[in-house]
């Protein structure tokens, strides 16, 4: 059975959401600097800004709590309870002027994701799992079943994952999906959990990447794992893999593994 998170935890997740937002919506399709970092990722003030208000308010909040955050880095990760954070998941779609960014939000116990929020602050909508259920906008959601792999609609990442190391063993599952669609970010995983779409594959992510989307595919009656079933943790590599229906799940995982 998943742990508990506490109410007054995911009260100040939403709170976190709302000035992460207010920070987020002035600078959409605006004209401001992009600014490159170390692996050639764009950032912007907006990120940094966004994530800089969330760290204010968990501070103020519960001092003892740890912060890993994707712009301003980690304080007190070896804290029972951490706070994992991306501001823009998606900052190439933002600065493309593209709604299909989120931010994303998440709260850890011992490291494992207990609860989190995918935010898109343009369109008004909020995901959030927790304590067995998964809402959008408080209303309950739910994966759709499908276990045939020549029938799911798969959404991936990008290209990127046509080349590497993972090639081989994405391109087999490409093959045998039905319906490919690449981008669409953290978003992908909403519709996932909204039973739009069937199965996800991604590579390269960081914690803050992906532990919010633990608490919501789960809670949602999905499974997201690594590419060899193995639970999402804050020390993952970067492959993670996500499903609405189980047994999907258990025939991507024979390819991918």
Known sequence: MAEECPQEFIDLAHRLADAAGEVIRPYFRKKIDIIGKEDKSPVTIADRNAEAAMRLLIEKAYPEHGIFGE??????????????????????????GSPTFGCLISLTRNGVPIMG???????????????????????????????????????????????GDHEDNFRQLYRVIKRKRFGYDCYAYGLLALGFVDIIADCDMKPYDYCALVPIVENAGGKITDWAGQPLTLTNPGYVLATGDPELHRQAVEILA
């Open 71 to 96: 712009e301003h880095g980690k304080v007190r990760t070896d804290a029972e309870y951490v706070w994992v954070l991306d501001p823009i998941d998606g900052t190439l779609s933002f600065i493309s």
């Open 117 to 163: 929020i995918l935010d898109q602050a343009i369109s008004g909508e909020r995901w959030i799992g927790a304590n067995g259920e998964a809402t959008l906008n408080g209303t309950a959601i739910h994966t759709r079943d499908c276990s045939m792999l020549s029938e799911a609609t798969l959404f991936a990442w990008g290209v990127e994952l046509m080349e």
